[in-house]
């Protein structure tokens, strides 16, 4: 059975930083796509970055230059570094693999990140 697990999320003053782990379980995920969303108060669950089998990136132009997406393949672990947080930054942050060949789509459960102005 397929796990995602995030961890690292926290409460944080505007300017911080904090980083984000999911760990997988269950199947390696050397050939996916993994990716980072969010979902504030009220609002609409949101992608935030990406990064690919080859290591390409991709970012929400919010984010850009403030955020960091890597990868761990033998840790099976995608990454999330967040630096000169904002308060707009607030939200449950999720994990998110999806497959290259089947495109089966995997969550992790969230973790909540808190900006303080």
């Known amino acids: 059975q397929v796990q995602l697990v995030e961890s690292g999320g926290g409460v944080v003053q505007a300017g911080g930083s904090l980083r984000l782990s999911c760990v997988a379980s269950?199947?390696?995920?050397?050939?996916?796509?993994m990716r980072w969303y969010r979902q504030a108060p009220e609002k609409e669950r949101e992608f935030v970055a990406q990064?690919?089998?080859?290591?390409?990136?991709y970012y929400t132009d919010s984010v850009k230059g403030r955020f960091t997406i890597s990868r761990d393949d033998a840790k099976n672990t995608v990454y999330l570094q967040m630096n000169s947080l904002k308060p707009e930054d607030t939200a449950v942050y999720y994990c998110?693999?999806?497959?290259?060949?089947?495109?089966?789509?995997?969550w992790g459960q969230g973790t909540q990140v808190t900006v303080s102005s």
């Open positions: 269950g199947r390696t995920f050397s050939t996916s796509v």
């Open positions: 990064i690919n089998w080859s290591g390409s990136t």
């Open positions: 998110n693999i999806v497959t290259r060949w089947t495109r089966t789509e995997y």
